[in-house]
């Protein structure tokens, strides 16, 4: 009974629909990175879980804001004596003040999570179990900068209190989030903040060491808040300090080393499918049978090279589209993360895929768009098939700027010597195994000047 009373004459329904409103607006009214490759917030739940986590630069605030405006209420109501004289604990009214704020603030942060569930299954997306981590400790971050929030307007009940923790925390947030995101300058204490950067891949999810650190971490922030807020004494205040110091005690060497380690493949997303030499992930286990047979015939097209490839595999490392891609003189890697493209290509496009660079992919970041490296790759797989064509890959469109050198390039090439063709594949190989010297005028010497 007391608990429903809370419910409606508390802050908490409100606060709840704050975040249930400012984050479906981010998600639904503006076309940020969360709808684009390579980790769509409709690919994966762990990817969606890990969208609301980013998101959480907006949503902690309001959280703590919310708690400070309703930690207010006995001193703007005059009641704190008269409640100091009851013969009930202190805690008793506190533990249903903030179990209300709490699980209302909670429920919000779901309610989104289920309106992105039904997104990725309306999508065709990957759905698994792996986004409970993520989802669990960003409802116990939400909770604890409620009770935080309830404790601190409660010890100081001013005007100024629930603005000013709100702006402070949205300062801390953006500054850890541009830190992280912009400067990539890691640190551990930033993961006391349930702020992470965007996520940059659908096949992966938070290590368990940054699960752990956090989990504890919220949760002794959670208890000072708590006990914060039903302390009657300084001596109880004091000694509500304890729990948030034992906390960042335990998590923060717990947390990993350095930013290579916040990040870990999905468990289940990222689990390695094949057929034979043919591996995909299990997100995108329906392309296997897509590219089993164009894969096979591109590897055979392939053997002839010394040191051919003898495997494609899918890439389930976090993709970026500046950095360099990953490379492997024995393995044809293709990224259907990245390249949204493979994703609905033909048995031909696939087998273009594979055969592009000689089965090796451009020494320059995919957004870089280079024409060198962009023609030398696509003459390469028209060595094996007979006739150029455009790659189905991030980045392809700056081949209709360059269209015409290339397609020259390649009927120069096309005309040499069949030994003198061969040749210079295996050059071209060496070339972007090394990325040292220009792909195309390995080929072609002098085709873009």
Same mark, same amino acid.
């Given at each position: 009974m007391?608990?429903?009373?809370?419910?409606?004459?508390?802050?908490?329904?409100?606060?709840?629909?704050?975040?249930?409103?400012?984050a479906?607006?981010?998600?639904?009214?503006?076309?940020?990175?969360?709808?684009?490759?390579?980790?769509?917030?409709?690919?994966?739940?762990?990817?969606?879980?890990?969208?609301?986590?980013?998101?959480?630069?907006?949503?902690?605030?309001?959280?703590?804001?919310?708690?400070?405006?309703?930690?207010?209420?006995?001193?703007?109501?005059?009641?704190?004596?008269?409640?100091?004289?009851t013969?009930?604990?202190?805690?008793?009214?506190?533990?249903?003040?903030?179990?209300?704020?709490g699980?209302l603030?909670?429920?919000?942060?779901?309610?989104?999570?289920?309106?992105?569930?039904?997104?990725?299954?309306?999508?065709?997306?990957?759905?698994? *179990?792996?986004?409970?981590?993520?989802? /669990?400790? +960003? =409802? $116990?971050? %939400? !909770? &604890? @900068?409620?009770?935080?929030? #309830?404790?601190?307007?409660?010890?100081?009940?001013?005007?100024?209190?629930?603005?000013?923790?709100?702006?402070?925390?949205?300062v801390?947030?953006?500054?850890?989030?541009?830190?992280?995101?912009?400067?990539?300058?890691?640190?551990?204490?930033?993961?006391?903040?349930?702020?992470?950067?965007?996520?940059?891949?659908?096949?992966?999810?938070?290590?368990?060491?940054?699960?752990?650190?956090?989990?504890?971490?919220?949760?002794?922030?959670?208890?000072?808040?708590?006990?914060?807020?039903? *302390?009657?004494?300084?001596?109880?205040? /004091?000694? +509500? =300090? $304890?729990? %948030? !110091? &034992? @906390?960042?005690?335990?998590? #923060?060497?717990?947390?990993?080393?350095?930013?290579?380690?916040?990040?870990?493949?999905?468990?289940?997303?990222a689990?390695?499918?094949?057929?034979?030499?043919?591996?995909?992930?299990?997100?995108?286990?329906?392309?296997?049978?897509?590219?089993?047979?164009?894969?096979?015939?591109?590897?055979?097209?392939l053997?002839?090279?010394?040191?051919?490839p003898?495997?494609?595999?899918?890439?389930?490392?976090?993709?970026?589209?500046?950095?360099?891609?990953?490379?492997?003189?024995?393995?044809?890697?293709?990224?259907?993360?990245?390249?949204?493209?493979? =994703?609905?290509?033909?048995?031909?496009?696939?087998?273009?895929?594979?055969?592009?660079?000689?089965?090796?992919?451009?020494?320059?970041?995919?957004?870089?768009?280079?024409?060198?490296?962009?023609g030398?790759?696509?003459?390469?797989?028209?060595?094996?098939?007979?006739?150029?064509?455009?790659?189905?890959?991030?980045?392809?469109?700056?081949?209709?700027?360059?269209?015409?050198?290339?397609?020259q390039?390649?009927?120069?090439?096309?005309?040499?010597?069949?030994?003198?063709?061969?040749?210079?594949?295996?050059?071209?190989?060496?070339?972007?195994?090394?990325?040292?010297?220009?792909?195309?005028d390995?080929?072609?010497?002098?085709?873009?000047?």
């Amino acid at each position: 009974m007391v608990f429903r009373i809370e419910l409606r004459r508390s802050i908490a329904p409100w606060a709840g629909l704050a975040l249930v409103v400012v984050a479906l607006g981010f998600l639904f009214l503006l076309s940020g990175p969360w709808w684009k490759v390579p980790a769509p917030w409709t690919g994966n739940t762990t990817t969606t879980a890990l969208w609301l986590r980013f998101l959480m630069v907006f949503l902690w605030p309001i959280a703590v804001g919310a708690g400070a405006i309703q930690g207010m209420r006995d001193s703007r109501s005059g009641v704190v004596e008269l409640l100091s004289t009851t013969s009930r604990p202190g805690w008793h009214r506190a533990l249903r003040l903030a179990g209300a704020v709490g699980a209302l603030s909670a429920l919000g942060l779901v309610l989104v999570f289920v309106v992105g569930l039904g997104e990725v299954l309306g999508h065709g997306g990957f759905v698994s *179990a792996s986004f409970l981590p993520v989802l /669990v400790v +960003g =409802l $116990l971050s %939400v !909770v &604890a @900068g409620s009770w935080v929030g #309830l404790a601190i307007g409660r010890l100081l009940p001013h005007p100024l209190t629930a603005p000013a923790m709100a702006v402070l925390t949205l300062v801390v947030s953006v500054l850890v989030w541009a830190s992280g995101a912009l400067s990539g300058k890691y640190s551990r204490f930033g993961l006391l903040t349930p702020v992470f950067g965007e996520p940059q891949g659908m096949l992966t999810t938070t290590a368990t060491s940054v699960d752990l650190g956090q989990a504890v971490w919220f949760a002794g922030l959670a208890a000072t808040g708590f006990l914060l807020l039903a *302390a009657n004494s300084a001596r109880a205040r /004091v000694l +509500g =300090l $304890l729990p %948030v !110091v &034992a @906390g960042a005690a335990i998590a #923060l060497p717990v947390f990993p080393a350095s930013a290579d380690g916040l990040l870990a493949p999905d468990g289940i997303a990222a689990q390695k499918v094949c057929d034979g030499p043919i591996c995909v992930s299990r997100a995108h286990e329906d392309r296997l049978a897509a590219l089993a047979g164009p894969g096979r015939e591109a590897l055979a097209m392939l053997a002839k090279l010394p040191g051919a490839p003898t495997r494609i595999e899918e890439l389930t490392v976090p993709s970026s589209v500046i950095d360099r891609p990953d490379r492997d003189p024995g393995v044809v890697h293709l990224d259907f993360q990245l390249n949204n493209e493979l =994703l609905k290509a033909d048995a031909s496009a696939l087998r273009v895929a594979v055969l592009s660079g000689a089965g090796l992919p451009g020494c320059t970041p995919p957004s870089h768009g280079d024409p060198s490296d962009l023609g030398a790759r696509m003459i390469a797989a028209g060595y094996f098939t007979g006739e150029l064509k455009q790659l189905p890959e991030y980045g392809g469109s700056w081949y209709r700027d360059k269209s015409g050198r290339i397609e020259q390039a390649w009927q120069t090439f096309h005309a040499l010597p069949a030994d003198v063709q061969f040749a210079r594949i295996v050059a071209l190989r060496h070339v972007l195994l090394t990325c040292q010297g220009d792909p195309l005028d390995t080929l072609v010497p002098g085709a873009l000047r």
